[in-house]
């Protein structure tokens, strides 16, 4: 936090950088060294997962002002990071703008704004900067913007290679943290004294006290260290809302950027998207579909306000980026609105089921068992992510890969272990074969190697 150090005679403030891994803090803090001509008279911190940089330059109340520059630890270092960021002035956020990286970002950056509204005020202010600007696929200011409810954040385009845009970048951060010191000296809380973390050697013991092991399952980390929002959801009573099949107004090329995720992807593929048909399916959900795609409602992702539409939005976003790391190509989160309200669409590709080949048993029950590996593998992978509670599975292919939907706004499924899911899920395939059960319990005997057990819980049904 900023104080005016009476032993240096400076103003000292702390500007920190902030973002995920790979999206360019400490390329970002090696250029601004060049571009501000700073002699590094004191050591990296990178054995501890920080960089360092003091830079000297400006005036405040007639005296100079002091910055140090820091960038944050990897998210394996969690405790650390939220120390550093509490003591800042000013947070640059390192934004990767390329679609592939963009849902991540996003959402690290939401989660950085509910901790910063939990500190003491006048919290730290921050801006983005938009990196990769070099990439063609990159979001510029004006695509960014779409994506914020609040159009008035901050944002400075970057480009790493050539340097473009890093030291503009930090000139509107020192700006941010005078805004801060004027705050703090407003309402009587710009200190005066010597500073605690004036050293590396001082910052090195504070971080050791956070934090001495690192977090594991560091990129899951990143979804558990911040309030649900489940609390923050006032579902409406859909019975209040729910409109009539002609009132249905299905999202479309017109809809609005920050009601799309992914945005960029979402936005070109409703460009294309031919006209959707709505049905009202026997549990009230609306289904809209053609060959390729299913667009699907459910009763109670209606909402009366446009604030909490987009809350559940984030919600649901958060909770497919937490399974996957990401939002698959052939997945959509979608935003509608008509007279009625406000409703949550996803957006999901067809894909062909299990089909498995009836030439003979023995090829049947081969291809059973090694399909029932591939989805019992999927599951366990999906399991140390999320409960299998929360997976709403239409169905899988012989890979392994699933068709499905998250349900973090539904009532949560029945639990069920890895090899129950599994086993449930394979099952009808087993009891639909054109064969019969003695010839499938023996083939079952003599191919059981391919997945000894999964062989013996399907044999269990025959005997």
């Known amino acids: 936090m900023a104080l005016i150090d009476m032993e240096n005679g400076v103003v000292r403030v702390r500007i920190v950088y902030d973002g995920l891994p790979q999206s360019g803090k400490t390329t970002t803090l090696r250029v601004l060294e060049h571009r501000l001509a700073i002699a590094r008279v004191v050591p990296d911190l990178e054995d501890i997962g920080i960089n360092w940089l003091e830079y000297q330059g400006g005036m ?7 910055c140090q520059i820091l960038s944050s630890p990897a998210p394996q270092w969690q405790q650390r990071r939220e120390f550093m960021l509490s003591q800042a002035d000013a947070i640059v956020i ?66 790493i290679p050539e340097g ?34 004036d050293t590396p050697e001082n910052w090195l013991q504070q971080l050791h006290q956070q934090q001495l092991e690192p977090i594991p399952n560091l990129l899951s980390s990143l979804f558990d260290n911040t309030p649900p929002l489940e609390t923050e959801l006032e579902i409406t009573d859909p019975n209040v809302i729910h409109a009539d099949l002609s009132e249905i107004t299905l ?13 960029v992807s979402t936005k070109i593929l409703l460009q294309s998207l031919p006209t959707l048909v709505p049905t009202l399916q026997p549990d009230d959900s609306w289904l809209a579909s053609n060959e390729q795609w299913l667009l699907l409602s459910k009763p109670d992702w209606h909402y009366l306000s446009e604030k909490k ?16 790391f990401r939002l698959p190509d052939n997945r959509s989160l979608v935003l509608s609105n008509n007279e009625q309200g406000w409703h949550l669409w996803q957006l999901t590709r067809r894909s062909a089921p299990i089909c498995i080949s009836n030439e003979s048993v023995e090829e049947f029950i081969k291809q059973l068992l090694i ?53 449930d899920i394979c099952v009808p395939l087993l009891k639909s074969a054109p064969f019969s059960e003695q010839d499938l319990l023996e083939t079952l005997e003599k191919l059981e190697l391919y997945n000894p057990q999964f062989a013996h819980l399907f044999a269990n049904i025959f005997v």
């Open 60 to 66: 405040y109340d007639q005296l100079p002002i002091a």
């Open 94 to 159: 390192v934004l990767d703008t390329r679609p592939a990286a963009l849902a991540l970002g996003l959402e690290h950056i939401r989660q950085l704004q509910v901790f910063l509204s939990h500190l003491p005020p006048p919290a730290p202010l921050f801006l983005i900067q938009a990196n990769f600007q070099d990439s063609p696929l990159a979001l510029n200011t004006q695509q960014l913007r779409a994506l914020f409810v609040d159009s008035t954040t901050k944002i400075v385009e970057t480009a």
């Open 164 to 197: 473009a845009g890093v030291r503009e970048t930090f000139v509107m951060a020192v700006r941010l943290a005078v805004e801060r010191l004027n705050a703090l000296k407003q309402h009587f809380k710009l200190l005066q004294g010597k500073d605690d973390l």
């Open 251 to 263: 999202p479309s090329a017109e809809t609005p950027l920050k009601w799309l995720f992914p945005a």
């Open 309 to 324: 539409a987009i809350l559940a939005l984030q919600q649901q976003t958060r909770w497919h980026t937490k399974a996957l």
């Open 371 to 423: 399909t029932t590996n591939n989805i019992y593998r999927t599951l366990q992978k999906l399991h140390t992510l999320i409960p299998l509670s929360q997976l709403e599975i239409t169905y899988f292919d012989q890979q392994g890969h699933y068709c499905g939907r998250l349900n973090p706004l539904e009532k949560n499924l029945d639990a069920a272990d890895v090899i129950n899911k599994t086993f």
